[in-house]
Antibody
Framework: QVQLMESGGGVVHPGRSLRLSCAAS????????MHWVRQAPGKGLEWVAV????????YYTDSVKGRFTISRDNSKNTLYLQMNSLRPEDTAVYYC??????????????WGLGTLVTVSS | EVVMTQSPATLSVSPGERVTLSCRAS??????LAWYQQKPGQAPRLLIY???TRATGVPARFSGSGSGTEFTLTISSLQSEDFAVYYC??????????FGQGTKVEVQ
């Protein structure tokens, strides 16, 4: 079955960087768009970024453009989120989620358990 | 950016009741709309995609409908395991693919 496992979260000072990873298994990773979604404590879901199956197309929500970079290594079945210039408002549980076959626009049919990022001085 | 607005924010219901949740988009999303269920401490779960298609393993009591800018998730007979927060999300052509703020379905 599909499994997504995020790692790399932690406590970081404002302005610092963090890289999240998402290890995927149970499906042909290299054929699917992959997303990052975050959820601030006690708040709703916020879509963050998507990367196409081959890494050629990537999109971000405005609040992270220029600071976050989504990438993937299809040889390792792993999705990444490089987060630079972190702000307190980036504090959230970050989920990776599986998107559509060959497309970036789709429902998200599998989710990891999430990894908590806390940005605080 | 398409703004997704869900109503009501909270719904107090009893098991066995029929439940209708609403989601409105600020512009047409061409029926590219999904519904998710999230229970406390858990990741979201896809229930419905493309407005009305149930995801794998989702019970038939969940159904989605709507078009253009107005969408509905219906639970025909609420079960105890259905108490949760429900989110809609559009994935129309261009991002960001925004979520609604959620509707909490709680025990009356």
């Amino acid at each position: 079955q599909v499994q997504l496992m995020e790692s790399g979260g932690g406590v970081v000072h404002p302005g610092r960087s963090l890289r999240l990873s998402c290890a995927a298994s149970g499906f042909t990773f290299s054929s699917y768009g992959m997303h990052w979604v975050r959820q601030a404590p006690g708040k709703g879901l916020e879509w963050v970024a998507v990367l196409s199956y081959d890494g050629s197309n990537k999109y971000y929500t405005d609040s992270v453009k220029g600071r976050f970079t989504i990438s993937r290594d299809n040889s390792k079945n792993t999705l990444y989120l490089q987060m630079n210039s972190l702000r307190p408002e980036d504090t959230a549980v970050y989920y990776c989620a599986k998107g559509g076959l060959w497309v970036v626009a789709s429902g998200l049919d599998s989710w990891g358990l999430g990894t908590l990022v806390t940005v605080s001085s | 950016e398409v703004v997704m607005t869900q109503s009501p924010a909270t719904l107090s219901v009893s098991p066995g009741e029929r439940v209708t949740l609403s989601c409105r988009a600020s512009q047409s999303v061409n029926n590219l709309l999904a519904w998710y269920q999230q229970k406390p401490g858990q990741a979201p779960r896809l229930l419905i995609y493309d407005t009305s298609t149930r995801a794998t393993g989702v019970p038939a009591r969940f159904s989605g409908s709507g078009s253009g800018t107005e969408f509905t998730l219906t639970i025909s007979s609420l079960q105890s395991e259905d108490f949760a927060v429900y989110y809609c999300q559009h994935y129309n052509i261009w991002p960001p693919w925004t979520f609604g703020q959620g509707t909490k379905v709680e025990v009356q």
